[in-house]
């Protein structure tokens, strides 16, 4: 199974959409991001990050590395895999 989908089934089916959702924003906010800010840095609509907040959407692989390294922190601790 490609990883993409590993993720997306696992934040799905274990519930983890929650965590990943509050986390973000919790990072976002400690490092004193606005949505627009955070967008801009990803070179992304900022609609897409209150979609991720929201959960409505989730970001692809790709996006979440991106993520990862704009905000300084592990995919695991986004993931909720990890406090």
Sequence with gaps: ????CF???YICYN???DS???RLK?????RNYSQAKLANLLY???AAI???ETGDREPDFEMLV??????????????GLID
């Design 50 to 52: 209150a979609k991720w």
């Design 44 to 46: 992304i609509s900022q």
């Design 20 to 22: 990943f959702k509050n």
């Design 15 to 17: 519930n983890n959409m």
């Design 26 to 30: 919790e990072v976002r906010t400690e």
């Design 66 to 79: 991106k993520l990862c390294k704009v905000l300084e922190v592990s995919a695991d601790y986004l993931l």
């Design 1 to 4: 199974m490609p990883l993409v």
């Design 7 to 9: 993720l997306k089934e």
